[in-house]
């Protein structure tokens, strides 16, 4: 690394230079500096780290605030050998630390953001550019370094071109305050997640702005208006904006699955609020809170929540908190932990905090959703969560893909059809039905049918994916006494009407490629028959492979065994089960439901699960 140093009065420089490991507090060099330039060869083995370069001379220092401290350089090493230490890939927001630097000053800053004088560009060359005073990444840095936790370290700034050095990481984790990212920046850590790498955001007001670099990398470019920037006329999509203002209308909740526009934020006498403020816990039986001993409606992470906090649009009206995805937010975003903070708008922005969790192709995001995070890493709560973020997300240690999406208690069926999901209560007449998302959704009976009729007990359920003509999109039910009946896939009053016989014990139903298929548990038997055809007799194929629960999932048979899940062609042969493309280990479960690409079971511990298809 080569440093150019001067003097504070532009004269030359005489002095030392002290660089410091900062993450481990340790001091790994010092030098005499004399002249114009001083060259920092990195040893190969220092570890991967942020560092900072401290220049002084013989003068005695007078103290400043520390975002004029242009005598220091700030920067992270990354590992020679990507992932080589670690699955782990923290991200040092230096994009946003040069942003705030020498704010409020004529040409020297993008802030304030509406100040005339503000500039529009500004070099990454330029000294300074190093944490605010507030530190916000600070905390989980230390903590991670103190629980012995190994990551490695990357500039915000080396996500512009990520793609190679994201493919060595399971994990991302953002920290802090990360405002500023360039297209290409989100480019880089989507495809990351969608290609199955997972994403730790323990930062709120993330990915606000978007930013270019230009001059081969060294100008950080933000004229947060779209009529001053002259790329808007030619390349909308890049104009230097909020991610989700016109003429980008890219919102940052897509890659985050929260937004500062649904936040809040509290500055100058508000920043007070922030030791005041908690989350309250509103899924309490999600992996991301377990050994945490936390139930739904408990207080948690006292001071975590400030100075800027993100959120997603909620709809409260089943009782529970859900994201209504219409400002950008993913429907399989899953509310975690709510903090109601309207009443900030006294110290300047009332909104809210959502702490949440979604999967985004074949990876995971989570998101805490505030910049205080690690202020709060004291509370035993906060400590496990964390723990419980990296450690899932990162790959370490035995991680179930199986996943809490609510309870079920004592539902003995299992389906989904048109959007709804659909159980048999425990008392087996009681239809129940909930929308399938992750979140955890109670369950609502359905009402009886209008005339009165009693309900059929039910012994298990299934639905086909599609209509296969002459039989309609339903839900289809077997009886106590094995008759197959049928009704509307409708959350309202619909009578059951016959379909048939099934044969005698029944106790597992799917339907695929206008077939019904059951399984006899007395001899371990799997039969198919036609489903239009109501008087069609039933043919037995072969070996269920002990089978207790089907499902229908990407074309093929599914089955609950004793040896696991098992799949198979909905084919009219003996062809046997064989064990299902992805290795799937799961708890026990009663019942068995397929949607949208994923598995949904109800566990005998009265817990709905849920399971990626591949």
């Not at 059929?456 to 086909?464: G, I, K, M, N, Q």
Request: with cysteine.
């Amino acid at each position: 690394m080569r440093f150019h140093v001067a003097a504070g009065d532009g004269g030359r420089f005489r002095g030392r230079v002290v660089v410091t490991d900062v993450v481990a507090e340790r001091v790994v060099a010092e030098a005499v500096v004399t002249g114009p330039g001083w060259t920092l060869d990195v040893p190969e083995a220092w570890p991967s780290s942020l560092y900072r370069a401290s220049f002084h001379d013989a003068r005695p220092e007078t103290p400043a605030p520390e975002r004029d401290a242009e005598h220091e350089v700030w920067y992270v090493v990354r590992a020679a050998r990507p992932g080589a230490s670690s699955p782990v890939l923290v991200s040092v927001p230096f994009p946003t630390w040069r942003a705030y630097h020498r704010a409020g000053e004529p040409g020297r800053s993008i802030y304030y953001a509406e100040q005339p004088t503000r500039a529009a560009r500004v070099p990454l060359a330029a000294p300074g550019g190093g944490p605010p005073p507030e530190r916000w990444e600070e905390p989980l840095l230390r903590w991670l370094h103190r629980t012995g936790r190994p990551v490695e370290y990357c500039s915000g700034f080396d996500l512009h071109d990520g793609a190679g050095l994201l493919a060595a990481y399971r994990l991302l984790v953002v920290n802090g305050h990360d405002e500023y990212w360039t297209a290409e920046m989100r480019d880089s850590v989507e495809g990351f997640v969608r290609r199955g790498g997972n994403l730790a955001v323990f930062a709120g007001n993330t990915a606000w702005w978007q930013i270019r670099l230009e001059d081969g990398g060294r100008t950080m470019v933000c004229h947060r208006d779209a009529a001053a920037d002259p790329v808007a006329a030619v390349d909308p999509a890049r104009a230097t904006v909020e991610w989700s203002s016109s003429p980008v209308d890219r919102p940052e909740n897509t890659m985050t699955g929260v937004s500062f526009r649904q936040g809040a934020g509290a500055w100058g006498d508000g920043m007070a609020l922030i030791g005041r403020e908690a989350y309250t816990v509103r899924f309490a039986g999600h992996w991301v809170f377990e050994g945490t001993g936390l139930r739904d409606g408990d207080a948690f992470a006292r001071g975590a929540l400030g100075y800027e906090t993100d959120a997603a649009e909620l709809d409260w009206s089943a009782g529970v908190p859900r994201a209504t995805g219409r400002d950008g937010t993913p429907r399989s975003f899953a509310v975690l932990a709510t903090a109601d903070l309207r009443h900030w708008r006294t110290y300047g922005q009332g909104g809210w905090a959502t702490m949440g969790v979604f999967r985004a192709g074949a990876g995971t995001v989570f998101n805490a959703a505030t910049i205080n995070w690690g202020r709060a890493l004291h509370d035993p709560a906060v400590d496990r969560v964390t723990r419980n973020v990296l450690d899932r997300l990162s790959g370490a240690g035995p991680a179930p893909r199986w996943h809490t999406v609510g309870a079920a208690p004592r539902l003995r069926a299992l389906a989904a059809c048109e959007g709804l999901l659909f159980a048999v209560a425990g008392d087996g007449r009681t239809l129940l039905h909930r929308e399938p998302s992750e979140q955890n959704l109670p369950w609502v009976p359905c009402p009886p049918p209008a005339d009165g009729s009693p309900s059929p007990e039910l012994r298990c359920l299934t639905a086909p994916r599609e209509a296969s003509h002459p039989m309609p999109l339903a839900l289809l039910a077997v009886t106590g006494d094995d008759r197959l009946v049928y009704r509307a896939p409708v959350p309202g009053p619909a009578p059951w009407l016959p379909a048939g016989r099934v044969p005698a014990g029944t106790t597992a139903l799917a339907m695929c490629d206008n077939s019904l298929f059951a399984v006899t548990p007395h001899d371990d038997a799997l039969h198919a028959r036609p489903a239009g055809d109501f008087d069609a007799p039933w043919r037995r194929l072969g070996p269920a492979g002990k089978a207790s629960a089907l499902t229908v999932l990407g074309a093929r048979l599914h089955a609950v065994t004793p040896d696991g899940l098992l799949a198979r062609a909905p084919v009219l042969s003996g062809e046997p089960f064989a064990p299902a493309a992805s290795a799937v280990s799961f708890p026990p479960v009663r019942a068995l439901a397929a949607y949208a690409g994923r598995l949904l079971a109800v566990t005998e511990d009265d817990r709905l699960i849920s399971h990626p298809a591949v």
